[in-house]
């Protein structure tokens, strides 16, 4: 595939979309691996007066497994859109994506932390743009 290809429209910006998201989900993932108990710590105060305070450590561990698969995909996503131009990896990955941000947002409101749910929602957009660029 050439550059002059790569850097026109539509697959620059699925590329450029899919490499966000590798960025944003496997920073995160990965922190929260790298970091477990202050990662852990933190959640515990964040959401001790909630509903969900006795399953903290359970959903600690699915939000980092869907971090980290959503930030894989969509780098792998990149590769394949580089070289093939195909979509369907870096689609699973914004689709992904998304529900990885839907679950933090559901999380964050029900710990009433609205102020840190609203921060969500930019990337929300962008991973369901994802969705429709890469569809």
Do not use: C
Not at 6 to 17: A, H, K
Not at 18 to 32: C, E, H, N, P, R
């Amino acid at each position: 595939m050439s550059l002059l290809r790569v850097l026109e429209g539509e697959l620059s910006v699925q590329i450029l979309t899919a490499a966000i998201l590798a960025i944003l989900f496997l920073q995160s993932g990965l922190d929260k691996i790298f970091d477990w108990k202050g990662n852990l710590s933190w959640l515990k105060s964040h959401f001790g007066s909630s509903p969900l305070k006795s399953v903290v450590p359970l959903l600690l561990t699915i939000i980092t497994i869907t971090e980290v698969t959503a930030g894989l995909l969509s780098a792998i996503g990149v590769i394949m859109l580089l070289t093939s131009g195909d979509t369907t990896i870096a689609m699973l990955g914004a689709q992904i994506s998304a529900l990885s941000i839907v679950m933090l947002f559901f999380g964050q409101r029900i710990a009433k932390d609205y102020a840190g749910a609203a921060t969500l929602v930019p990337y929300f957009i962008l991973a369901i743009f994802g969705i429709l660029i890469l569809n």
